[in-house]
C-alpha cells in the first residue's frame, strides 16, 4: 500500500506557496473548465447548525492530473472559540489507482485559491489603471484579496475598508500598510468603502444578520469591477441589475444555490471560465460596471494542494 502523507496547517503554510503560484493553478484549472476537461459535481452538504455549513467538494483537473475532494467547515461563530470560521480537509488521490496520496489542512489553500480567483477575474475584467479598492470585511479574505489583487493591478495604490468593529479595521489597516506599502483607510459605512471605488470586494458575514444587503444601486460606480465572495450578503437585487456584465466561476452551482432560495430576484450569470480562457469577451468600456461571484470550486483546491505536494 502507498504511503499517506498528511500536511498540517503549519506543514502547508511553511511551504511559502507564492500568491503569484496560486493565481497560476487558478487561472489553468479555469482554463480546463472552459475546455470540458474537469469534473466537479453540485456540493453536497450537511447543516448542523443555522448559518453553518459542511460541504463535500469533489474535484478532477486534466491537464493539472489532480483528482481528490475537499471536505469543507464555514462555522460563521467560530471566532469567540478562538478557531477560524473556515477550515477543512484536502484528500489528494492518485488518478491512476484512486489510492489516496495526501491530506493537507484546508485553511490555508482556501483562503489563498479565493484571492487568486478575484485576482484572476479582475485580471481580465478590472480597468488595468483600477487605484481604489473598497472592501467590506476586515478578516481573512480582505487579507488574501488585497494580496493577490495587488499582483494583478499594479495600479493599486489605496484601500477603503469597512469592518463591523472597529478594532478589526484598524489591525487590518496597520497590517496591511505594512505589508504591501498601501494606503488603508477604515471607514464607518459601506457606503463610504463602496463609492467611489475602482474595485469592491465584499467578504461580510453570510448569512446577513439582519437580512439586509447594504449595496445600494447608486452607489456602483462607473467602470467599477465588484466580487462578491459572500453569496447575496452585500449587493441588493436592484444593485445586481445595475451591473451591465454579470459572472460566476460556475453557473450550474450558481443556478443550484438560487433553487435552494440565495439569490433571490438575481438575473443570471455568465460563465467567467469562458473569458479566462478567451473564449468569450470580458470587458468591452471602461465605463461598463462588471460583477462577479466568485462561488469557490474544488478544481481550485486539488491544484494548488497538488502544487503543494509537488514543492
Given at each position: 500500500?502507498?504511503?499517506l502523507?498528511y500536511?498540517?496547517?503549519?506543514d502547508?503554510?511553511?511551504?511559502?506557496?507564492?500568491?503569484?503560484?496560486v493565481i497560476d493553478c487558478?487561472a489553468?484549472?479555469?482554463k480546463?473548465?472552459?475546455y470540458g476537461?474537469?469534473e466537479m459535481?453540485?456540493?453536497?452538504g450537511?447543516h448542523?447548525?443555522p448559518?453553518?455549513?459542511?460541504?463535500?467538494?469533489?474535484?478532477w483537473?486534466?491537464?493539472?492530473?489532480?483528482?481528490?475532494m475537499?471536505?469543507?467547515?464555514?462555522f460563521?461563530n467560530?471566532?469567540?472559540?478562538?478557531?477560524?470560521?473556515?477550515?477543512g480537509l484536502?484528500?489528494l488521490?492518485?488518478p491512476e489507482?484512486?489510492?489516496?496520496?495526501?491530506?493537507?489542512?484546508?485553511?490555508w489553500?482556501?483562503?489563498?485559491?479565493?484571492?487568486?480567483?478575484?485576482?484572476?477575474?479582475a485580471r481580465?475584467?478590472?480597468?488595468?489603471n483600477?487605484?481604489?479598492?473598497?472592501v467590506?470585511?476586515?478578516g481573512v479574505q480582505?487579507?488574501?484579496?488585497?494580496?493577490a489583487?495587488?499582483?494583478?493591478l499594479p495600479?493599486?495604490?489605496?484601500?477603503?475598508?469597512?469592518g463591523?468593529?472597529?478594532?478589526?479595521a484598524?489591525?487590518?489597516?496597520?497590517?496591511m500598510?505594512?505589508?504591501?506599502?498601501?494606503e488603508?483607510?477604515?471607514?464607518g459605512?459601506p457606503?463610504?468603502?463602496v463609492?467611489?471605488s475602482?474595485?469592491?470586494?465584499?467578504a461580510a458575514?453570510w448569512?446577513?444578520?439582519n437580512?439586509l444587503a447594504?449595496?445600494?444601486?447608486?452607489?456602483?460606480?462607473p467602470g467599477?469591477?465588484?466580487?462578491?465572495?459572500?453569496?447575496d450578503?452585500s449587493?441588493?437585487?436592484?444593485?445586481?441589475?445595475?451591473?451591465?456584465?454579470?459572472?460566476?466561476?460556475?453557473?450550474p452551482?450558481f443556478?443550484?444555490?438560487?433553487?435552494?432560495?440565495?439569490f433571490?430576484n438575481w438575473p443570471g450569470?455568465?460563465e467567467?471560465?469562458?473569458?479566462?480562457?478567451?473564449?468569450a469577451?470580458?470587458r468591452?468600456?471602461a465605463?461598463?460596471?462588471i460583477?462577479?461571484t466568485?462561488?469557490?470550486?474544488g478544481?481550485?483546491?486539488?491544484?494548488?494542494?497538488?502544487?503543494?505536494?509537488?514543492?
Open positions: 500500500m502507498p504511503e502523507l500536511l498540517s496547517r503549519q502547508v503554510e511553511r511551504l511559502s506557496l507564492p500568491m503569484a503560484e487558478v489553468l484549472a479555469l480546463e473548465k472552459a476537461r474537469t459535481p453540485p456540493k453536497p450537511v448542523p447548525r448559518g453553518a455549513l459542511l460541504h463535500a467538494m469533489p474535484a483537473v486534466e491537464r493539472a492530473r489532480a483528482c481528490g475537499k471536505w469543507v467547515s464555514a460563521p467560530n471566532k469567540p472559540r478562538g478557531l477560524p470560521s473556515v477550515g484536502i484528500v488521490n492518485d489507482t484512486g489510492f489516496p496520496e495526501a491530506v493537507l489542512d484546508g485553511t489553500i482556501t483562503a489563498m485559491r479565493t484571492g487568486a480567483a478575484t485576482a484572476v477575474a481580465e475584467l478590472a480597468r488595468r483600477a487605484r481604489t479598492l473598497g467590506l470585511g476586515a480582505a487579507r488574501t484579496n488585497l494580496a489583487l495587488k499582483q494583478v495600479e493599486l495604490k489605496a484601500v477603503r475598508v469597512y463591523p468593529h472597529q478594532e478589526t484598524e489591525l487590518y489597516k496597520r497590517e500598510e505594512r505589508e504591501h506599502g498601501i488603508v483607510r477604515p471607514v459605512t457606503e463610504e468603502a463609492k467611489g475602482d474595485l469592491v470586494v465584499t458575514v448569512p446577513r444578520a437580512g447594504p449595496i445600494q444601486r447608486d452607489w456602483i460606480a467599477v469591477f465588484a466580487c462578491a465572495l459572500d453569496f450578503s449587493f441588493d437585487a436592484t444593485a445586481v441589475a445595475d451591473f451591465q456584465k454579470r459572472f460566476t466561476d460556475d453557473v452551482t443556478e443550484f444555490y438560487q433553487g435552494k432560495g440565495y433571490p450569470a455568465e467567467l471560465a469562458t473569458v479566462i480562457a478567451g473564449m469577451p470580458g468591452r468600456t465605463d461598463e460596471p460583477l462577479v466568485i462561488l469557490g470550486l478544481i481550485y483546491d486539488v491544484v494548488v494542494a497538488l502544487r503543494l505536494l509537488e514543492r
